[in-house]
């Protein structure tokens, strides 16, 4: 009997034990990639400012439907440019229309399709996406300007420094002929 009630104790010791304990990390509803804008604009195939006009929702044998938002593109900044483009969107994802957000978004494929794949979908993230609302996006949009202006200037250094070489070229090869 003594001992059934020492075992009692050590079974609710360690079991208070383990609720006192807390781990230093949570991942719930944490997001594994990164979520800053410059990293979001390089792993997305598409971003673009637009307007929600339309939300729809199909049943495709889930328990939860397959939901589309139809945006007018007013700014395209980087991948094809549309002037309408529907997209699918995760669970949870709300985007009244007549609002305006900064979309991030890209290529479904038959690895990262949301419900059923259909070729040349594009989709969003909701939770760790990036997309937003344009309101709340000025440090995303400095942050994708900066990113793309320092692309340029590295194209442009790429271009006269063969532009260079090819002057270079061409007048050692003058010299040689005369």
Not at 58 to 65: A, F, K, Q, T
Not at 76 to 86: H, Q
Not at 154 to 178: G, P, Q, W
């Amino acid at each position: 009997m003594m001992l059934i009630k020492i075992f009692g104790i050590f079974v609710m010791l360690i079991f208070f034990t383990l609720l006192i304990i807390s781990p230093n990390k949570s991942y719930a509803w944490s997001c594994a990639n990164s979520s800053e804008p410059k990293e979001l604009f390089k792993r997305h195939d598409s971003v673009f400012i637009g307007k929600a006009i339309k939300t729809s929702f199909e049943n495709v044998g889930h328990l939860n439907p397959k939901s589309r938002v139809t945006f007018e593109v007013t700014s395209t900044l980087k991948g094809n440019s549309y002037d309408i483009v529907t997209v699918v969107t995760a669970v949870g994802g709300e985007f009244p229309e007549g609002k305006e957000y900064l979309v991030y978004a890209y290529k479904t494929t038959k690895d990262n399709y949301l419900y059923k794949f259909e070729e040349g979908e594009l989709a969003i993230d909701t939770v760790c996406g990036g997309t937003k609302e344009l309101s709340v996006a000025k440090n995303d949009l400095l942050q994708i300007d900066e990113l793309k202006t320092s692309n340029k200037v590295f194209v442009y250094l790429i271009i006269a420094m063969i532009s260079l070489l090819v002057i270079v070229s061409l007048i050692i090869i003058l010299k040689r002929n005369r």
